[in-house]
Structures are given as structure tokens and as C-alpha cells.
């Protein structure tokens, strides 16, 4: 079993994938394979609502940047946590532009897999950031992992965020929660319990 941590920060080694970190190596201790991927700084598309990722499988039409690849490693993951720095008491632009493509493009991918959202900020927007990024996970039949606190570290600096003894027990926690979900869906697979066969049919208007 795998889990794909997506790092939406474009600093690679800052205060997000400390947290990240912390949660990948509980995982590993509970014998999960962890992978953290960076969007990095380099340019990322927003979703322009074109539509063309509907001509493709599970793919965005734009290949210039890092979300097909993240797709194309999705494909092979079993659950999914997404980081964010806090913004403007908001996530990274970056991370709504990755996330707003990939479940545009390939939802599918996603389904019916464990998802958490974790937020790291110098002081406030932590709990409004887990709220916008846990959307997704809600929209695409994905069960939501929870930790024993609000998933959210403090810090300016990486080792500032080292000094959060709370916030590392919460992604310690939030990572054993994880692995337990996953564990538990493989047992009910082997069971024979297989996902539900839910209805799509229905498209309300709410223009009259």
C-alpha cells in the first residue's frame, strides 16, 4: 500500500514538507510506503473549463507542468494527503490550480480513496485552508482522514515547525489513522466488500 503526499508549496524544503515528512516516516513505521511530491515554483496552469480533458484518459489536456505526472502517480496510490502553506488565510494558489486540473481530469483516480488535508502557517488561516482542501476529497467519494487535533502545524522556518511538539503529534497521528484506514479497506476487499454502485443519473438545475 501507498500514499502520495502533494507538497503545494513552491519551496521544496520549507515549512510544509516538515510536516509531511513527520507523516511519511509514521507511515512507513506502519508499514505504508510514503512518496512526497513538490509542485515546486515553476509555472502551473489553472483549470480554464475547457472540457478537453473529457477527449482523454484521465489526463489533463495541458502536459507543459507537473499534473499529469502527479496523476500518473496517483494511479498507483491507495490513500492521498495534501499540504498547503496558508496564504492570505487561504492555501497556495498553487495547490487549487494542481487540484482544481487533477479532479477535473481524472477523478476516477481518486474515488472511494482515503484523502487528509494539512496546513502549516505562521499564525492563522490554518483551519480555513484544511476546510477549502477537504472539499475535494468530499466531492470525490473519498472517506477523510482525521487526526486527534486540527490537522495544522506553526512555524516561520522549518525548524521553527520542529518546535511544534503538538502540531508533529497530530501528523503522527493523522499518519496512524491513515494506515489503519488503509489496512482496514484491504481486509474488507479480501472480504469481498467491493465499493458501492452509486447513482449519477441525476442533474438538478437550480435555474427556472
Not at 491507495?78 to 498553487?94: E, K, L, M
Not at 497530530?170 to 465499493?195: D, P, T, Y
Request: overall charge negative; hydrophobic content about 40%; aromatic content about 8%.
Amino acid at each position: 500500500m501507498k500514499v502520495l503526499l502533494i507538497n503545494g508549496s513552491s519551496k521544496p524544503n520549507g515549512c510544509t514538507n516538515e510536516a509531511l515528512t513527520e507523516i511519511a516516516v509514521t507511515l512507513q513505521q506502519e508499514g505504508i510506503e510514503a512518496e512526497i511530491i513538490c509542485v515546486g515554483g515553476e509555472e502551473i496552469r489553472d483549470c480554464i473549463g475547457c472540457h478537453g480533458c473529457a477527449k482523454l484518459d484521465n489526463y489533463c489536456m495541458f502536459g507543459d507542468d507537473i499534473v499529469n505526472e502527479i496523476i500518473e502517480k496517483a494511479k498507483e496510490c491507495d490513500g492521498f494527503i495534501f499540504g498547503t502553506p496558508v496564504y492570505y488565510a487561504h492555501p497556495s494558489g498553487r495547490i487549487l490550480s494542481v487540484l482544481d486540473r487533477m479532479f477535473y481530469a481524472s477523478k476516477k483516480v481518486f474515488m472511494h480513496k482515503p484523502g487528509a488535508a494539512i496546513a502549516s502557517a505562521r499564525r492563522a488561516g490554518t483551519t480555513a485552508s484544511v476546510d477549502v482542501l477537504n472539499k475535494y476529497f468530499t466531492i470525490a467519494e473519498m472517506p477523510v482522514v482525521s487526526s486527534s487535533y486540527w490537522n495544522m502545524v506553526h512555524g516561520n522556518t522549518p525548524e521553527e515547525v520542529r518546535q511544534d511538539e503538538e502540531g508533529l503529534q497530530v501528523m503522527r497521528n493523522l499518519a496512524r489513522n491513515m494506515a489503519w484506514m488503509l489496512k482496514c479497506i484491504e481486509a474488507g476487499k479480501q472480504a469481498g466488500i467491493s465499493v458501492p454502485g452509486n447513482e449519477y443519473t441525476h442533474k438538478t438545475s437550480f435555474i427556472r
